[in-house]
């Protein structure tokens, strides 16, 4: 069955430590797709990365980076000089082919709360 | 901005009244889906639509229906709330397998 987990529930950190958001999914196909989500307190979900399951190069985005690798299932996320303003609820998810409907179906998992204290 | 808007943002209601949310969207998109967040939960896919009139179950469809009578309206309808359906509901739209842009959130609370 398809599956994301995200076991950190909520971690702090204080400003400027480096932070890494661990999601492991598991899928049964060759070819889906992840994704990143940040939530901010204002409540809406904001787009933050995609990667396909073709691709596991890192990316590298200013301080955010993420480390896909297919061997251990997992797609992580790290903000390295965390600030104030990363604070957050972090969204992994798994989209991959339905067999009806020709649509995707996305899974996401239940989110880690980072809190960067000043 | 992806253009979506979900509405009302806000609603107040009682146990067993009829409750509809809307989804509309700009972007001529193709596919559209309801989610509800609840703590401890993420988000949960409730229907999708995957056309005019397409639509198709999520993992926790009961007590919810849907329709979509043109491209940009999608209707989430509680037929008879009850108070284990107060969440923020999120509606989202996507060109398939690209990413799902998000509406602003609905926040439904039933006494």
């Known amino acids: 069955a398809q599956k994301v987990t995200q076991a950190q529930t909520e971690i702090s950190v204080v400003e400027k430590e480096d932070v890494t958001l661990d999601c492991v999914y598991e899928?049964?196909?060759?070819?889906?797709?992840l994704f990143w989500y940040k939530q901010p307190p204002s409540g809406e979900l904001v787009f933050l990365i995609r990667r396909n399951s073709f691709d596991e190069q890192n990316e590298i985005s200013g301080r955010y980076s993420w480390n896909f690798q297919k061997s251990t299932s997992s797609f992580n996320f790290t903000i390295t000089a965390s600030q104030v303003v990363d604070s957050a609820v972090y969204f992994c998810?798994?989209?991959?082919?339905?067999?009806?409907?020709?649509?995707?179906?996305?899974?996401f998992g239940t989110g880690t709360r980072l809190k960067v204290l000043a | 901005d992806a253009g979506i808007t979900q509405s009302p943002r806000h609603k107040v209601t009682e146990t067993g009244t009829p409750v509809t949310l809307r989804c509309h969207q700009t972007?001529?998109?193709?596919?559209m889906y309801w989610y509800r967040q609840d703590p401890g939960h993420g988000l949960r896919l409730i229907h999708y639509?995957?056309?005019?009139?397409?639509?198709d179950k999520g993992e926790v469809s009961d007590g919810y229906s849907v329709s979509r009578s043109k491209t940009e309206d999608f209707l989430l309808t509680l037929e008879s709330a009850t108070s284990s359906q107060t969440s923020v509901y999120f509606c989202?739209?996507?060109?398939?397998?690209?990413?799902?842009?998000f509406g602003d959130g609905t926040r439904l609370s039933i006494l």
């Open positions: 972007e001529n998109h193709r596919y």
């Open positions: 899928t049964r196909d060759t070819t889906y797709y």
């Open positions: 989202a739209i996507s060109p398939n397998n690209q990413p799902q842009h």
């Open positions: 639509s995957y056309g005019v009139k397409d639509t």
């Open positions: 998810a798994l989209s991959e082919p339905r067999t009806t409907s020709g649509t995707y179906k996305y899974i």
